[in-house]
């Protein structure tokens, strides 16, 4: 009779205890990240942010899904289709007016305290902002500097990087006439930021994208910029048909040796670090035109207003991958500029005097303008400084056709 009992009293504890088991497990939620390809140590680093955030909740699990930022854009457009979106994104900060304009992005104050808000340096946070609300986190930020190889431009009798544009095409002269495999000048002419590249003249030569609500792609100084660029094309200054090449190819010509002066990100400074340690390298400002300018640029993780786990969602991104720990190891590893106070003041980045060439550049830093339709018209843009490098057209005509359907969008 006691076995009986002590049996029944067994099986009810054993059937309690897969009723909470069920319950627990019904509980449990699933984030999907997806994100952008920066080099060979994003997944491990989101894995790794991951796995920290699981331990601290049991049960739930976070999915990490790294994608080329080539494709990503397109890839998260079929998904929104779709309806099967993530839970998180890493997006190209610009995607973002067009994600809120259409009602797509979650806003983010709510899951935010104040102290964690104001833990970011504050000019990162406002590319993401819109009519006082948050949409996005920075989880990568970059301003451009000129990379130079200090050996090329001592063969060819030169002792400072230049600081202006006719600096620029004597010292790529001067690389020519060497008569290497190396040339002077790298120019981007082939997918993402293909437009940026041209960014770097237009702004130092004085010129705007959008400029009283109109485009600005087509004024005399950004004529100017694109025939500048032409112009070195055409004197065999630049490598080879840069219109071949995409902004991968050119680094990867610069850490072999053979190219004197490359327009770039922080990033490439760690890549140098591991794949071409003894290159010797400086860097300086990107060179002036009538003014001083460089792109800043920021990538941001947002939460889908379709989401199904927002808070945990939210709880990843707070409690985790934006704390110190793995905020200093992602920029570190990446080689971006750090976003947050804290990581900031770590000496890892505090003590780096090759960051200032970044840094100090901040306060000329141009962005993206925060417009529908930014996609669009950058398409348009790379059309026409494609046509111009490969010859099929002229800056000007080139330029002013851009121009007219960039207004189309803008009047949309």
Same mark, same amino acid.
């Given at each position: 009779?006691?076995?009986?009992?002590?049996?029944?009293?067994?099986?009810?504890?054993?059937?309690?205890?897969?009723?909470?088991?069920?319950?627990?497990?019904?509980?449990?939620?699933?984030?999907?990240?997806?994100?952008?390809?920066?080099?060979?140590?994003?997944?491990?680093?989101?894995?790794?942010?991951?796995?920290?955030?699981?331990?601290?909740?049991? +049960?739930? !699990?976070?999915? $990490?899904?790294? %994608?080329?930022?080539?494709? =990503?854009?397109?890839?998260?457009?079929? *998904? /929104? @289709?779709? +309806?099967? !979106?993530?839970? $998180?994104?890493? %997006?190209?900060?610009?995607? =973002?007016?067009?994600?809120?304009?259409? *009602? /797509? @992005?979650?806003?983010?104050?709510?899951?935010?305290?104040?102290?964690?808000?104001?833990?970011?340096?504050?000019?990162?946070?406002?590319?993401?902002?819109?009519?006082?609300?948050?949409?996005?986190?920075?989880?990568?930020?970059?301003?451009?500097?000129?990379?130079?190889?200090?050996?090329?431009?001592?063969?060819?009798?030169?002792?400072?990087?230049?600081?202006?544009?006719?600096?620029?095409?004597?010292?790529?002269?001067?690389?020519?006439?060497?008569?290497?495999?190396?040339?002077?000048?790298?120019?981007?002419?082939?997918?993402?930021?293909?437009?940026?590249y041209w960014y770097y003249s237009l702004w130092t030569h004085g010129g705007d994208l959008i400029k009283d609500g109109k485009?600005?792609?087509?004024?005399?100084?950004?004529?100017?910029?694109?025939?500048?660029?032409?112009?070195?094309?055409?004197q065999g200054l630049t490598e080879p048909d840069p219109s071949g090449l995409n902004r991968q190819d050119i680094e990867r010509?610069?850490?072999?040796?053979?190219?004197?002066?490359?327009?770039?990100?922080?990033?490439?400074?760690?890549?140098?670090?591991?794949?071409?340690?003894?290159?010797?390298y400086g860097l300086s400002p990107i060179p002036e035109g009538t003014t001083k300018a460089t792109y800043g640029v920021t990538?941001?993780?947002?939460?889908?207003?379709?989401?199904?786990?927002?808070?945990?969602?939210?709880?990843?991104?707070?409690?985790?991958?934006?704390?110190?720990?793995?905020?200093?190891?992602?920029?570190?590893?990446?080689?971006?500029?750090?976003?947050?106070?804290?990581?900031?003041?770590?000496?890892?980045?505090?003590?780096?005097?090759?960051?200032?060439?970044?840094?100090?550049?901040?306060?000329?830093?141009?962005?993206?303008?925060?417009?529908?339709?930014?996609?669009?018209?950058?398409?348009?843009?790379?059309?026409?400084?494609?046509?111009?490098?490969?010859?099929?057209?002229?800056?000007?005509?080139?330029?002013?056709?851009?121009?007219?359907?960039?207004?189309?969008?803008?009047?949309?």
């Amino acid at each position: 009779m006691y076995q009986n009992k002590k049996s029944r009293v067994l099986g009810l504890l054993a059937g309690a205890a897969a009723i909470l088991a069920t319950s627990s497990m019904a509980q449990a939620e699933t984030v999907r990240v997806v994100l952008g390809y920066y080099s060979a140590a994003t997944q491990e680093l989101f894995e790794g942010m991951a796995k920290d955030f699981m331990e601290k909740h049991p +049960g739930d !699990e976070v999915k $990490i899904e790294v %994608i080329q930022w080539d494709n =990503l854009q397109q890839r998260l457009t079929t *998904d /929104i @289709a779709g +309806g099967t !979106e993530p839970d $998180i994104a890493m %997006i190209g900060t610009r995607w =973002l007016v067009d994600y809120v304009k259409n *009602d /797509i @992005a979650e806003p983010l104050d709510g899951y935010m305290t104040p102290e964690f808000k104001g833990a970011f340096i504050e000019s990162f946070l406002s590319p993401s902002t819109f009519d006082g609300t948050m949409y996005g986190l920075p989880v990568a930020a970059s301003a451009r500097a000129m990379y130079y190889n200090k050996d090329l431009l001592a063969k060819a009798g030169v002792t400072e990087p230049p600081t202006n544009w006719d600096g620029v095409v004597d010292t790529a002269k001067k690389i020519k006439a060497l008569g290497t495999d190396a040339y002077g000048f790298a120019l981007q002419g082939k997918e993402i930021e293909t437009d940026a590249y041209w960014y770097y003249s237009l702004w130092t030569h004085g010129g705007d994208l959008i400029k009283d609500g109109k485009s600005g792609v087509a004024s005399p100084e950004a004529i100017e910029a694109l025939t500048l660029y032409k112009s070195m094309i055409d004197q065999g200054l630049t490598e080879p048909d840069p219109s071949g090449l995409n902004r991968q190819d050119i680094e990867r010509l610069f850490k072999q040796g053979r190219i004197g002066m490359i327009l770039t990100g922080p990033w490439l400074r760690g890549q140098i670090k591991t794949d071409a340690p003894t290159l010797n390298y400086g860097l300086s400002p990107i060179p002036e035109g009538t003014t001083k300018a460089t792109y800043g640029v920021t990538d941001t993780l947002m939460v889908f207003k379709s989401s199904k786990n927002k808070e945990l969602a939210m709880k990843f991104l707070t409690e985790t991958a934006f704390s110190p720990k793995w905020r200093i190891e992602f920029s570190t590893k990446e080689g971006f500029l750090p976003v947050m106070k804290e990581e900031a003041a770590a000496p890892v980045f505090a003590d780096d005097p090759q960051l200032k060439a970044f840094t100090d550049m901040l306060p000329y830093a141009r962005f993206a303008p925060p417009v529908a339709n930014w996609e669009q018209m950058v398409d348009a843009v790379i059309a026409a400084v494609q046509k111009v490098y490969i010859g099929q057209a002229q800056p000007e005509a080139a330029l002013k056709e851009a121009a007219a359907t960039i207004d189309g969008l803008i009047q949309q």
